[in-house]
């Protein structure tokens, strides 16, 4: 048993975090966000300027998210074992390292030091670091949160480094214009952020203290950051369940499935979407020759896509008291119509205004699914969705957005085509599929 004065330290310990080591937890969310989506803003321009196909260029980000699926939910139970601090520093150094040598890597390759072939193989190799070890921090970061503060202050704490992994997707692809430097080129970015990951590995070694775990906060296992893509991850609750019972709810389980049906389908029309734009605005706006040009103008579609998300998950939810059901047909509609607005683009403004209204739907869509698998079973069966939502989310990412490429080049609007008739097909079928009816927020 703990003494009274080990009980009094622990209560002390977890009334709140001093703002300074708020800060550090921030910065950890919003650096792992945002260098990745800058990365995504400028990947397709670098692609175009080594005349790697545009399959491969998908292909690279398709392997960086299938690693951080497979390993995000073992470092989740590591937290509780090997300290949170330690997870997340884990975490900062994959991104640092990954950042750092695939910008060398790509720099070099630029320079035709490196032949393209081998420029991309290196590439990949390097985003592994990321995608296997990335993941590691913010399921530390919302624990570490969740065991240190008090259950009236939790929600607000983890409210708010849950935003700031929803607003790095919005600052990466804004801030990769500038980084791209005279010197390095379309590399420049991707070796600032590895300069910044460094700095906050220092600041997180310098303010955050050692801690071991006294009892079990797990944090949730947070998607795959891409720029318009995920809603706010959150952190569970204390494990006050047996594993067993956790683990009982099935895939094919009644209550859950259209949910997970209706996941499936709006994720795999988003992640197609998503891999697919950069591409889109090189060609539709002429600037294969002109690659440099294609990833500032990419960064800013990309920006207007992150900003939108945000309006519909930090706006229109709460203020019109959505259901999981609105929320999702809705999310589907406005989705379908600004994949076609896209897809039939001829010019930046058009662009802009597709894709945006396209990553509106899909800010409604992802909460509501979300928040209608969990309103569908009872509180004893929470962790088990909470898992098959985060897998739903992820593999997305995983080889539907090649496929979008490979369709994109053979015929644009049979790719734009696939992904409006997913979001149809879910406004149809969810419309009788789909009804729970508690409010989503």
């Known amino acids: 048993m703990v003494g009274k004065q080990g009980e009094d330290e622990l209560s002390n310990m977890t009334r709140s975090i001093p703002a300074d080591r708020m800060a550090v937890l921030f910065a950890i969310m919003l650096v792992a966000a945002a260098g990745n989506t800058a990365m995504q803003s400028i990947l397709p321009a670098i692609g175009a300027k080594l005349h790697i196909p545009d399959v491969w260029v998908s292909l690279a980000f398709s392997w960086s998210a299938l690693l951080w699926v497979l390993t995000a939910p073992y470092w989740a139970r590591q937290s509780d074992k090997r300290g949170r601090k330690v997870l997340m520093a884990r975490g ?82 804004a801030v990769a214009p500038f980084f791209i ?45 891409l720029s318009a893509g995920p809603g706010e991850p959150t952190a569970e609750d204390e494990n006050e369940l047996d594993p067993a019972e956790q683990e009982s709810l099935g895939w094919r389980d009644r209550r859950v499935r259209p949910w997970l049906l209706a996941g499936f389908f709006g994720g ?9 734009i950069g591409f889109l605005i090189l060609d539709r706006l002429h600037l294969r020759l002109r690659p440099d040009e294609g990833a500032a103008i990419t960064g800013i579609v990309l920006m207007a896509g992150a900003f939108a998300t945000l309006l519909s998950q930090w706006g229109l939810i709460p203020l019109l008291k959505m259901t999981p059901r609105t929320t999702v047909l809705y999310g589907a509609a406005f989705g379908g119509v600004g994949i076609l607005m896209t897809g039939l683009a001829q010019d930046l403004h058009a662009i802009v205004i597709g894709f945006a209204l396209a990553s509106l739907g899909f800010g409604l869509f992802r909460p509501g699914f979300t928040a209608g698998a969990s309103l569908s079973v009872p509180r004893r069966d929470q962790g088990s969705v909470a898992g098959m939502t985060a897998s739903i989310n992820g593999s997305a ?45």
Do not use: K
């Open 92 to 173: 900062i150094i994959g991104f640092f390292l990954s950042m750092a040598l695939c910008g060398v890597t790509l720099w070099a390759g630029l320079q035709g030091w490196l032949a393209a072939g081998a420029t991309f193989i290196l590439f990949a190799l390097f985003r592994s670091l990321y995608g296997g070890f990335g993941s590691a921090a913010p399921p530390a970061v919302q624990a570490y949160v969740a065991a240190r503060t008090d259950p009236e202050e939790r929600t607000q704490a983890l409210s708010l480094v849950s935003s700031s992994f929803g607003l790095g997707t919005v600052i990466g692809p």
């Open 181 to 225: 430097l005279p010197i390095f080129g379309l590399a420049g970015p991707l070796l600032v952020f590895a300069l910044i990951g460094l700095t906050v590995l220092v600041m997180l070694r310098w303010r955050l203290p050692d801690d071991m775990p006294r009892f079990a906060a797990r944090g949730a296992i947070a998607s795959y950051p």
């Open 268 to 276: 795999q029309a988003q992640a197609m979407m998503l891999g697919v």
């Open 397 to 441: 990412y995983i080889i539907s957005p090649a496929i979008g490429v490979l369709l994109y080049n053979w015929h644009p609007m049979v790719s734009y085509g696939l992904m409006a008739a997913f979001c149809g097909w879910l406004v149809v079928w969810g419309w009788s599929a789909l009804r729970q009816d508690q409010p989503a927020i």
